[in-house]
């Protein structure tokens, strides 16, 4: 496969998803960094290792949701309700989650055949539907609580305390770049 290819491919080694780590477009490289001829060839295995984690992430996170009974789609959709003051449309949870509302009304399905959130009818529009937690959603999330610290502890146990804040400082950097590095 040559250079050309793994840049088009998001899953192949060394590939940066086309966009650059960050999958913004323009700017100067895919860091943002100036560099010289190596700083591609860098950045694309920087790029890999970080699509390498979130895999080993997902499967480790999986892994310690299991005995819960819900899978990490459905985990972020409880989460999302219970951290909104009052409960929330559908509307409200897509566009919280960044996602189709398709794909919230299938979560919504799931975890609502579990018994952990149920449809009720907002009290001054009756068209609207909105989604509460139940008894068993809020115990659920105590439950999940223990699964993430676990599954972060697997993850993060090769780290020193020092490492770890690092490491915080930088995920905050990538995640919420600001107004200057945001696309």
């Known amino acids: 496969m040559s250079t050309t290819d793994r840049t088009s491919d998001p899953d192949a080694p060394g590939s940066t998803g086309g ?3 960050s999958g913004c477009t323009g700017g100067e490289g895919t860091s943002g960094r100036a560099g010289g001829p190596g700083a591609s060839d860098a950045d694309g295995l920087l ?3 970080l699509l390498r984690l979130t ?5 480790i996170q999986k892994r310690h949701l ?3 009974g819900i899978t990490p789609a459905q985990s972020r959709l409880l ?3 219970a951290a909104f003051g009052e409960p929330p449309r559908m509307a409200d949870l897509a566009a919280r989650l ?3 509302p398709r794909a919230v009304t299938s ?6 055949t579990a018994g952990r959130v149920r449809r ?3 009290p001054d529009n009756r068209r609207v539907i909105r989604i509460e937690l139940t008894d068993a959603g809020r115990a659920t999330l105590r439950e999940l609580r223990s699964a993430r610290r676990a599954a972060a502890e697997d993850i993060l146990a090769p780290l020193t305390a020092e490492q770890r804040e690092v490491l915080g400082g930088l995920l905050t950097a990538l995640v919420d770049p600001g107004p200057e590095g945001g696309c």
Do not use: M, Y
């Not at 895999?55 to 499967?59: D, E, G, I, M, N």
């Not at 979560?107 to 609502?112: S, Y």
């Open 47 to 49: 790029a890999e290792q």
């Open 79 to 81: 989460r999302t309700v």
């Open 107 to 112: 979560l919504v399905d799931g975890l609502e």
């Open 19 to 21: 966009e650059g780590t």
């Open 120 to 122: 009720a009818p907002d």
């Open 55 to 59: 895999r080993r992430l997902h499967r």
């Open 66 to 68: 299991e005995p819960v």
């Open 98 to 100: 960044e996602v189709v």
